[in-house]
């Protein structure tokens, strides 16, 4: 699995849960890895990263509704969701910064310098 792929986005009322997953090489994995989302006509914007060590950090939106883990014996990256918002319908992408185990608290740069994407997977929160 050299390309990042994601899956478990869908349609869900304001206030559910979603787990979005994504499939990952053991190499990728060991870098700083991201999850980054795009509304439509807007900027894409980190989510969480989570680095080798599996500290993670979150941007201030989505503290304390999102979670990011990852299990490298599966090769798979995870951002479960809760409380979700009709301001969380996006795009979400995973992405991986192959140039460092630790991830950036600069999340502009992160997005700067993330060079392996998925395809992305649709979330939409309806009210």
């Known amino acids: 699995q050299d390309q990042l792929a994601e899956s478990g986005g869908g349609s869900v009322q304001a206030g559910g849960s979603l787990r979005l997953s994504c499939a990952a090489s053991?190499?990728?994995?060991?870098?700083?890895m991201a999850w980054v989302r795009q509304a439509p006509g807007q900027a894409r914007e980190v989510v969480a990263t989570?680095?080798?060590?599996?500290?993670?950090n979150y941007d201030d939106s989505v503290k304390g509704r999102f979670t990011i883990s990852k299990d490298n014996a599966k090769n798979e990256m995870y951002l479960q969701m809760s409380s979700l918002k009709p301001e969380d319908t996006a795009m979400y992408f995973c992405?991986?910064?192959?140039?460092?185990?630790?991830?950036?608290?600069?999340?502009?740069?992160?997005?700067?310098?993330?060079?392996?994407w998925g395809p992305g997977t649709q979330v939409t929160v309806t009210v």
């Open positions: 992405a991986a910064d192959l140039t460092t185990f630790s991830c950036s608290p600069f999340f502009d740069r992160l997005i700067a310098r993330a060079s392996k």
């Open positions: 053991e190499n990728t994995l060991r870098n700083c």
């Open positions: 989570i680095d080798r060590y599996a500290n993670t």
